[in-house]
Nanobody, 122 residues
């Protein structure tokens, strides 16, 4: 399994920005970001391919969040701008199994970080 270490969460006011980082022990095909808010299912946020850098976003974050990667550091970033209270959640990075499943589905990812809390106050 891939070891993933996240950092960068915290408390921010609505309209503010945060950047999350996820350092991976090795690169797989795709890295994803998901979030889990109390009482809700885990939600796809964004994903990026290590090779080529193609990016994918959930509808609720398009135009506000940007996913990027630094191949030399085996690190993926999630830049979050124009944050809203409804973005409050625990954010997880995950490494996708290259052989199965849709990149939008949690079931396609078999390595997960520990999660980092993002709280957006109104």
């Amino acid at each position: 399994q891939v070891q993933l270490v996240e950092s960068g969460g915290g408390l921010v006011q609505a309209g503010g920005s945060l950047r999350l980082s996820c350092a991976a022990s090795t690169r797989t095909s795709i890295m994803g970001w998901f979030r889990h808010a109390p009482g809700k299912e885990r939600e796809f946020v964004a994903a990026i391919r290590w090779s080529g850098g193609s990016t994918y976003y959930g509808d609720s974050v398009k135009g506000r969040f940007t996913v990027s990667r630094d191949n030399a550091k085996n690190t993926v970033y999630l830049q979050m701008n124009s944050l809203k209270p409804e973005d409050t959640a625990v954010y997880f990075c995950a490494a996708k199994n290259p052989y199965t499943g849709s990149l939008y589905s949690t079931f396609a990812y078999d390595s997960w970080g520990q999660g980092t809390q993002v709280t957006v106050s109104s």
